[in-house]
């Protein structure tokens, strides 16, 4: 599939994704979401692809929300499945089994403020702006918004930004656990494929297996969550990465994991 509004490139085994419609804000209309679903299945599924960064093209955004133009034209049931179809885009970069960074560099709104959620970690620019203000065109959160804001930022910080449709900047974002870092935008990409890098230079079967059982536990009752971890733990110590990592730490060197 060649992307009209991303830009894909893969370097050194990050797929850096840009969403590329700056003269809308980058928008997510029904072709940004064809394209990321897209994006994101190669992620999942091309061995030469470790990692992923998503960000918006321009200064100005990372992404400002669903496309209001497609949205103004659809009924309840056109409505429902566009919501879907969002959802199980951002569903799968969120279960792709490779760690997904959003560089937010720009207004993360309604739809762009969940793309950022759907990602395993966020790093704001300080002139990011966060917020789902779908309320105030008389819509509620559709891609997963009222979902995942409160498992990350707790129900009161969740309904607040839901209810009052208030935008944040980084620095209030960070502070309620919405974003891991704040740096000055022109540090942005090279932290975040800073810090991209040293993720990927852990042992990647671990550093699956703890997405899923974070991903998968939290949905569970403690006890089964627990269950889950130690059966992943259990299963890691079948692995060569296990017994690298730990006779490499013996032999105090740096691992040398193949994901094997
Ligand atoms: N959908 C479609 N187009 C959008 C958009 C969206 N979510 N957000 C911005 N745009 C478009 C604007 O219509 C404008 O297009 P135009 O130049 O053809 O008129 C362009 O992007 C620039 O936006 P503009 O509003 O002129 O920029 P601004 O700096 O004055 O304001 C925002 C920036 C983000 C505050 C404002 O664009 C905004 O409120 N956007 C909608 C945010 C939102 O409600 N998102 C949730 C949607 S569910």
């Known amino acids: 599939m060649g992307y009209q509004t991303l830009l894909f490139e893969i370097k050194d085994a990050i797929a850096f994704i840009t969403i590329n419609r700056p003269d809308k804000l980058n928008a997510l209309n029904d072709q940004v979401v064809d394209e990321l679903a897209h994006a994101a299945d190669r992620v999942a599924t091309e061995g030469a692809i470790k990692g992923a960064i998503l960000t918006g093209a321009g200064t100005k955004a990372f992404v400002a929300g669903a496309d209001i133009g497609d949205l103004a034209k659809q009924g309840p049931f056109d409505?429902?499945?566009?919501?879907?179809?969002?959802?199980?885009?951002?569903r799968r970069f969120e279960t792709c089994g490779k760690p997904v960074v959003a560089a937010v560099n720009g207004y993360a709104l309604g739809g762009g403020c969940e793309l950022a959620m759907a990602c395993h970690l966020r790093i704001a620019s300080e002139h990011a702006r966060?917020?789902?203000?779908?309320v105030k065109l008389g819509i509620?959160?559709?891609y997963g918004?009222?979902?995942?804001?409160?498992?990350?930022?707790?129900?009161g910080n969740a309904l607040y930004l839901i209810l009052t449709a208030e935008l944040i900047?980084?620095?209030?974002?960070?502070?309620?656990?919405?974003?891991?870092?704040?740096?000055?935008?022109?540090?942005?990409?090279?932290?975040?494929?800073q810090l991209l890098r040293s993720i990927l230079s852990m042992g990647p079967l671990a550093?699956?297996?703890?997405?899923e059982a974070v991903d998968q536990g939290l949905e569970m009752t403690l006890?089964?969550?627990?269950?889950?971890e130690a059966n992943h733990f259990g299963l890691l110590a079948a692995t060569q990465d296990m017994k690298e990592g730990?006779?490499?730490?013996?032999?105090k060197r740096a691992p040398r994991f193949a994901g094997r």
């Open 79 to 90: 409505g429902k499945a566009r919501a879907l179809r969002g959802q199980a885009m951002l």
């Open 130 to 134: 966060f917020g789902q203000p779908e």
């Open 246 to 251: 730990l006779t490499a730490f013996l032999e």
């Open 140 to 142: 509620a959160p559709g």
């Open 169 to 193: 900047d980084a620095h209030e974002a960070h502070r309620i656990g919405l974003v891991n870092k704040v740096v000055p935008p022109g540090e942005l990409l090279a932290t975040t494929e």
């Open 145 to 155: 918004g009222t979902q995942r804001l409160p498992r990350i930022v707790g129900k």
């Open 223 to 228: 006890e089964e969550g627990l269950l889950l």
């Open 207 to 211: 550093v699956r297996l703890a997405l």
